[in-house]
């Protein structure tokens, strides 16, 4: 089955033959794949092959290790389209998937250095913090979103259901402010010591971290803040277009 000769390494054949059999439905979500011995003795090939293969695909979000337990397909993928400005709710209303809120912190605090600098504000200033467990119904925790957003403009934060309503919806309707434009950065790595609880991970398994700001119809920058999202729940997926005129 697999062709030693071949400029295609190894691992790689693997990778694709098990991708392909999530793709098609032979390894459904939620299942239990051959362990690592299992997988050497049916394609007659070496640990460290098929361990560089599911490490491949679990970075990638296709498979979730459990120790202890074995190797899992992942139950459930979020994609992000980074084809517009929209907040996680509205987002996932593509895929009929419905994020549920539960709000961690929701207080006005001094602004950090570097909130204060993307925001263009003193750094004595007040801000407000959201910060939120995201979840995604049936399926579990997704991340944690956190988010800086000037007090003296939108303090009437405070007394909105953060849990129930969408904060770009509240944004717009109620304080016409709308997105319009961001600045992201987007890398890989350890989950904090203070998030494991509420990802239900352990110190360093990897979670995908986004930093960004957002800028208004004005292009104020309104918004600063962080996500930390589960790699085997959340995708972030990217389309980019040329432009031949």
Do not use: W
Not at 70 to 93: Q, W
Not at 100 to 122: D, F, G, M, W, Y
């Amino acid at each position: 089955m697999f062709d030693a000769l071949s400029a295609v390494p190894l691992y790689h054949q693997l990778v694709t033959l098990l991708e392909d059999q999530i793709n098609t439905g032979d390894l459904q979500p939620g299942q239990r794949i051959p362990s690592e011995n299992e997988l050497c003795d049916i394609y007659k090939i070496s640990r460290t092959t098929v361990r560089q293969a599911l490490n491949d695909l679990s970075m990638r979000g296709k498979l979730v290790r459990v120790k202890g337990k074995g190797t899992f397909v992942a139950k459930f993928l979020a994609r992000k389209p980074y084809n517009g400005l929209s907040g996680l709710t509205r987002e996932l209303k593509y895929l009929n998937q419905k994020v549920i809120n539960k709000l961690i912190k929701l207080e006005v605090i001094i602004s950090p250095e570097e909130t204060a600098q993307k925001l263009r504000i003193h750094e004595n200033d007040a801000v407000v913090l959201v910060e939120r467990a995201r979840y995604i119904e049936n399926e579990g925790i997704v991340g944690v979103d956190i988010r800086y957003l000037p007090f003296s403009r939108f303090n009437g934060l405070l007394e909105e259901d953060l849990e129930n309503h969408s904060l770009y919806e509240l944004l717009m309707t109620k304080y016409d402010t709308f997105p319009t434009r961001a600045i992201h950065q987007v890398c890989g790595l350890g989950c904090p010591d203070s998030l494991t609880k509420i990802l239900e991970l352990s110190i360093g398994d990897p979670v995908t971290h986004f930093k960004d700001v957002v800028f208004d119809q004005n292009n104020v920058p309104f918004e600063f803040g962080e996500n930390y999202y589960r790699i085997d729940r959340y995708k972030y997926q990217i389309e980019i277009y040329t432009n031949n005129t």
